[in-house]
């Protein structure tokens, strides 16, 4: 019998229980979700994601993804942010995504601000790996109990609140938590999901991007 918190797949193999064995929620956890992202553009559209899944699952979010991204051109921050009233509107009447006039009108702001970033740090990837969290910020033992008892962490408050001193909106700790777990910052498969170990090991092979 599995751990708590993990869940045996019909291949016999456990893995980190919240993604239920819907097949395409397995595949994002099996393939996707904290394995190390470098690139810009996955980056922004991650923390926009998860900006737009703040109050609702993830599964949802995911489930509409492809339709995210032909609203918001791929999620392109340059393209974003030039977006106007009339890309507002029509992201409005796109019922392939959230319409959500804060979110949407946040995640434009946001594009502007990354550009922003970008220009100071080089890459956005210079600027989120520059905050990977010590040893000592991490739990001895990334298990159930350590991720429930830990919805935010001192380096999610941290990038939190410099964000929204950069003016970016919709990036409050606990979605920055969510969004450094999906992009790999921290590893949070837990201990007994076969996912953990081979993320460990791209770990320790990821070349760092520095500003």
Known sequence: MAAKGLITGEDGLDRCAWHGNLEDYRRYHDEE?????????????KICLEGFQSGLSWLTILRKRQAFRAAFA???????????????ERCLADTGIVRHRGKIVSTINNAQRARELRSEFGSLAAYFWSHEPGQSERPNVIDYEALIANPTT??????????????????????????MQAMGLVNDHIEGC????????????LTRPAA
């Open 33 to 45: 979700w904290g394995r190390p992202v470098t690139d810009d553009r996955r980056l922004f559209e």
């Open 74 to 88: 791929g999620f392109d921050f340059d393209r974003v942010a030039e977006f106007g009233e009339a890309d507002i």
């Open 154 to 179: 001192p380096t999610s408050v941290r990038i939190s609140k410099d964000l929204k001193k950069r003016g970016w909106t919709f990036v409050g700790p606990t979605t920055i938590y969510a969004f």
């Open 194 to 205: 076969f996912c953990r170990a081979g993320i460990e090991e791209m770990r320790r092979h």
